[in-house]
């Protein structure tokens, strides 16, 4: 069972199915959150319920939203809603539907939000799924309704790499953003490290120790198929996607110390990219595929750098004290998060491209490995918690954490997919 907390404000029993491998504790909320009723829908009574329960958490683990009890109330149809009674209730917006099973067996979902104060509808959808697959028509409703009331496109879709260590076996795991459908990738007893998501989501590079030392592989989500792409004598590590899919950056040690390489993503057509002589790792591309950012120690110490993707000089970008790693895009390109370490913690923090402005987004600890979501508005990362390793988020402007704790072991490595 799914359980969310909002420290400080309400705590709940989320328990819309089974599956969950995580348990989440949200800290914080939204400057302004917006009143929001979610009447269950009708039609088929248990499918409504389902899928209230998965928009429900999805909204309230935003930290954006308040919702406006609905006791009393059940209107599925825009003609039956009396928005003076929602309005007494303090709801600016009203999401209203009914759900069936389709002939075909497919399920189907007829959804409305409505503005409550203007008495207008923002939202009418029809949003269908195969039998077993209610959690996605919930994410997919989720989405539209965090979309229309703020302006920024919902994530609830999305999904989740990370890896999770038990003792001394490791497991490559995917999941939902909420942590619901674990598929179990790779199972080993040598450590898996370093995920990375192809551009389509269809392929997972990651970084193997069963060779022996650490080897580049390349997986398929749709067939399970595996190869491994980098295998040099040596280290093999840190895999990064070109937005289009066409190259890997992969970091490799065969010719001395660690530098930057590009391959296709079979491993073909090998060129190395830094000469720096240093500890060049940790590559990220741009948005636009033209740049490169980089964990470096050629200064004397770890800090981020940019360089163009076909080589060239590398401008550092980090000068905030204490050492800089795992620098990631945000998706539109205007700014970068890394992990900066000083004072003995970790935190994670933002840095504008522009203007060389940095934000701390953290309080600070054992966090690393900070990827966005695709909407730029979340940022998921590697932290500590109660003695044991958990994946967290924190909002992008510092407002809203989550932390994420799995069922057992220690979770590790996360990489938030793309927006498909």
Known sequence: MLKIVLLGLLMLAHSAGAGAALSIEIIGAGEHQIPVSLVPMGGDEQLGLAINDVVTGDLLRTGLFRLVDTTGKSPHDAADVNYTDWQLRGAEALAIGTVGVQANGRIEARFRLLDVVKQTQLVGEAVSANEGQIRAIGHRIADLIYEKLTGDKGVFSTRIVYVNRQAKKFSLLVADSDGYNEQVILKHNEPIMSPAWSPDGSHIAYVSFETGH??????????????????????????????????????????????????????????????????????????????????????????????????GAAQRLTFAGGNCFSPRHSPDGKSFVFAHLTG???????????????????????????????????????????????????????????????????????VWGPQL
């Not at 992969?250 to 001395?256: C, F, I, P, Q």
């Not at 595929?289 to 163009?308: A, C, E, I, N, W």
């Not at 600890?365 to 979501?373: C, I, L, M, V």
Request: zero cysteines.
């Open 344 to 414: 003995g913690k970790f935190y994670i923090a933002v840095q504008d491209f522009q203007t060389g402005q940095v934000e701390t987004l953290t309080d600070g600890g054992w966090e690393k490995k900070p990827s966005f979501a695709p909407n730029g508005k979340i940022i998921l990362y590697a932290s500590e918690a109660r003695g044991r390793g958990i994946l967290a988020t924190v909002s992008s402007d510092g407002r809203v954490q989550q932390h994420m704790f799995t069922q057992s072991g220690d979770a590790r490595e996360p």
């Open 214 to 311: 650490a080897a580049v592989f390349v997986q398929s989500l749709v067939t399970n198929q595996r190869k491994a792409v980098a295998d040099f004598p040596g280290s093999n590590s840190a895999p990064a996607w070109s937005p289009d899919g066409r190259q890997l950056a992969v970091v490799m040690t065969h010719d001395g110390s660690s530098q930057i390489y590009l391959m296709r993503p079979d491993g073909s057509e090998v060129r190395r990219i830094t000469f720096s002589g240093a500890i060049d790792t940790e590559p990220n591309f741009s948005p636009d595929g033209q740049t490169l950012l980089f964990t470096s120690d050629r200064g004397g110490s770890p800090q981020v750098y940019r360089m163009p993707v076909d080589g």
